[in-house]
């Protein structure tokens, strides 16, 4: 999983049971690709149909055109074609460009106070074809169990996920903080198959279609989710040894290949301290001044499978407490299962894993795949007692 897929600890409030009614045929998925734009450019290599403030289309052959200032302007031969009102439609014949990107479906692009708002509108299954390569990577032939396990997740979370934006107008967002999709561009002969010989299959735990969280590296052991978004437990999101059992002892790691297995981080203490007491002004609304020089940090709570769930802060001008993923994300680490190291003039995070550990884990699934298991066995290995359904 690439580095920019894996802040998905910051997605989900909670995890849940979703009964959703199998869908009859393949249904849309709405997706904000751009969010806050003050101009944006579009292109087709074919005619396509417009649609102003949802009244009337009209077909364009403009081939290039850019909305900026609320006007259509003509980019070849640099003149206002007309004033528009929102939402602006593109109905393209196949694809279609915008800021230089190609994606299938519709567009459909709003005005909000923050500029731009642009939401691709798009069959589920070509979504998934612009999501999976960038989650798991296009990978080799080898790994193909792999990558239809990831099909197979992505394709779930995104159906067990539908409506999470409706206040915005959309499904789900195009970064980590739901899964990553750039369309056309992302799409591989490898992981396009994947996703075709999978097409319509779900994970489902009593017949009822699951939140399938999943993360780049577990470290070991994948996490329990009542640790991180929810206080209730839930049976598919409990934390797995990410190993073969043998009988009298354990295989290493299947994600043990993972260059996030284990890793090390290493600061000037005074660099160190700095970012720690800006980091405590900032989530305790107080100024960097007042938070004096830092004394102690001790680390007050881990959950079963060793991630930080919170540390102590001790401080000239008091204790403070923060949580293990404010940490990691103040410091910009792998993970949340870490240990801190100080010295007299350094300190070192050394820790295990990337993300936030719940799920399948990509890593482990694709060292399961090259191993010979089948998408259906690592599914199971990483969701308890869960099945693959083809739901259309």
Request: hydrophobic share 35%; proline share 3%.
């Amino acid at each position: 999983m690439k580095k920019n897929c894996l802040l998905i600890f910051l997605i989900c409030s909670c995890a849940r049971y979703v009964y959703i009614p199998p869908p009859k045929e393949i249904p849309t998925v709405k997706v904000a690709i751009l969010s806050g734009a003050k101009e944006i450019r579009i292109s087709s290599p074919d005619p396509y149909l417009l649609r102003s403030g949802g009244k009337g289309k009209y077909e364009s052959s403009l081939k290039e055109w850019t909305l900026l200032d609320d006007k259509l302007v003509d980019r070849e031969e640099n003149k206002l074609i007309r004033d528009i009102s929102f939402p602006l439609v593109v109905i393209p014949k196949e694809t279609f460009f915008i800021n230089g990107r190609e994606y299938r479906g519709t567009l459909s692009i709003h005005k909000t106070s923050n500029g731009y708002l642009a939401v691709n509108e798009v069959n589920l299954e070509d979504y998934l074809k612009g999501v999976v390569a960038c989650e798991i990577g296009g990978l080799s032939k080898n790994r193909i169990e792999a990558i239809k396990a990831q099909a197979v997740a992505a394709r779930t979370y995104a159906i067990s996920n539908l409506g999470k934006h409706k206040s915005r107008g959309y499904d789900l967002e195009s970064s980590s903080q739901d899964q990553v999709y750039r369309g056309v561009e992302a799409e591989r002969e490898l992981t396009n198959k994947a996703c075709e010989e999978t097409s319509g299959m779900v994970l489902m735990y009593k017949g009822k279609i699951i939140n399938a969280m999943y993360h780049s590296t577990c470290g070991g052991k994948t996490e329990d989710i009542h640790f991180r978004f929810t206080n209730k437990k839930v049976p598919y999101l409990t934390s797995v040894r990410d190993n073969k059992r043998k009988l009298f002892r354990s295989s290493k790691p299947f994600c043990f290949k993972s260059p996030w297995y284990v890793w090390r981080r290493l600061w000037i203490l005074k660099t160190f301290n700095e970012i720690l007491t800006n980091g405590i002004s900032y989530f305790f609304n107080i100024h960097p001044d007042s938070v004096g020089a830092i004394r102690t940090i001790k680390i007050n709570k881990r959950s079963r499978t060793g991630r930080i769930l919170d540390l102590a802060i001790k401080t000239e001008s008091g204790a403070y407490e923060i949580s293990g993923s404010d940490m990691r994300r103040l410091f910009s680490l792998p993970s949340t299962n870490f240990e801190i190291i100080k010295r007299s003039n350094y300190a070192k995070i050394r820790g295990k894993g990337y993300g936030h550990g719940i799920g399948m884990c990509q890593w482990g699934a694709i060292v399961m795949a090259k191993s010979g298991y089948k998408y259906q066995n690592i599914l199971r290995h990483y969701y308890k007692g869960t099945r693959v359904k083809k739901i259309y």
